[in-house]
């Protein structure tokens, strides 16, 4: 989709001139763009709901962070996190907070990052009129790296790359 704008003005040594411009705004890419980085260890189910997102991304941007929400929820079941908890004999949702809630130690510095996600997927499905693209791009961010601790570690490697930096004072060999 795109517009094209004329400008008229005066110039000096001509006369009177006309000029163009086209500014375009993408609403689609077929196939769809990659956003972000995805591990090759994600869970396919993320990844399936992660390229939804990016395929709805310039088109509806409320959309595509609600899809990213539910990577979050697919995520939650591929960690082992429960869907379900029996109250007064009836089987129960977990919310998605809640679920979140229930990570782990060990994924303590990714929680506040999927709540994060969390908020902005529930803003793309209840006022998803006023999501953004920047919206979108913040909650990719935040995935992206979300993803890249838990499947690949690079935090670990690279805290741990400093370390040996460190004790050496200089280059690692």
Known sequence: MGRVNYFEYEDEEHGWSQSTEEPLTPHYFH????????PEKCPEKVAGYLHESFALSFADPGAALNSARTAVEALMTALGIKRFAIVKSKQRSIS????I???????????DLLLAVKWLGNAGSH???????????V??????HVLSEIYEGKGKKLKAMAKKVNKKKGPVK
């Open 101 to 111: 809630q229930l990570l782990p130690p060990k994924y303590q510095e990714q929680k």
């Open 139 to 144: 909650t990719y961010d935040l995935l992206e």
């Open 31 to 38: 196939p769809s763009l990659v956003l972000m980085d995805i």
């Open 96 to 99: 998605l907070h809640q679920r």
């Open 127 to 137: 006022d998803g009129d006023k999501a953004t693209t920047a919206d979108v791009s």
